[in-house]
């Protein structure tokens, strides 16, 4: 039997790299995917016909998720596709703008935060509501090592991603009654099309100080996400899964 038979679950920004690999370890796991995307439609669809390839469930869903409304239309949307029913959500969406901080401007700044935090926010709002009256079900930030170990030009990010992990928390104190367990997952640096070319010293740095000698998986990560969302962690709640190779590990002195 597979982990996730039977849940439907709904992964946000799903057409990039870490959102394809949560969507497919989902549906490998047997639950129907219903797939966000903002502007990577075809992206997402390829991903959702990867998903009925491997004999699974999938919809592509539509939405901006700086605006508040568009959240709870997504969710409902999600729910109503899933018959009704909506047993994950995988809060992967979010933005990595490189800015130094003196010369940021306000608004570049909530740009940011509304898509890494606030999207969250109102994304899990909706499914707990949701969820409540079916007995419960599991929610998952991905966050960062980011949110605690920060870099220069991500100060945005690494803000956000350390409010998403506490956002996480304080969500599994409050919702726990509902039967709601809400986690968070940081990831380190995972390999992306490119990324050896575009950034090769940071590729090399990492190389140098990860334990496992590599770069991580989209589906390191899914991996992680399947483990939160099913019967296997479900006394694990407020808990923030460190998926970095060992990195952070590493002494810094």
């Keep these: 039997m597979k982990l996730l038979d039977g849940q439907v679950a709904l992964v946000t920004g799903a057409g990039g790299g870490i959102g394809r690999g949560i969507a497919l370890r989902f549906a490998e796991e047997g639950a129907a995917v219903a797939l966000h995307c903002r502007t990577a439609v075809e992206a997402a669809r390829e991903v959702a016909a990867r998903v009925r390839g491997l004999g699974g469930r999938a919809v ?21 596709w899933g018959g009704g029913r909506l047993t994950a959500l995988v809060n992967n969406a979010g933005v990595q703008p490189v800015r130094d901080l003196p010369g940021m401007t306000a608004a570049e700044w909530r740009d940011v935060v509304d898509t890494n935090l606030s999207s969250v926010f109102a994304c899990t709002q909706a499914a707990a509501e949701l969820m409540r009256p079916r007995g419960g079900g599991t929610i998952t930030h991905i966050a960062s090592v980011e949110a605690s170990a920060p870099a220069p030009g991500h100060a945005p990010y690494c803000a956000s991603k350390a409010a998403v992990v506490m956002h996480a928390r304080s969500a599994a104190l409050e919702y726990g ?75 810094t002195w």
């Excluded at 592509?60 to 109503?80: F, K, Q």
């Excluded at 000698?213 to 479900?234: Q, T």
């Design 60 to 80: 592509v869903l539509r939405a901006d998720l700086t605006d508040e409304d568009a959240c709870r239309r997504l969710v409902g949307e999600a729910a109503d």
């Design 177 to 251: 009654p509902w039967g709601i367990r809400v986690n968070t997952v940081s990831p380190g640096l995972v390999d992306r099309e490119g990324l050896a070319e575009t950034w090769p010293e940071g590729v090399r740095r990492w190389r140098r100080a990860v334990p496992t000698g590599r770069l991580g998986r989209p589906e390191d990560v899914g991996d992680a996400c399947v483990f939160l969302a099913s019967r296997l962690a479900s006394w694990v709640t407020g808990h923030d899964l460190v998926v970095d190779g060992g990195v952070s590990a590493r002494p």
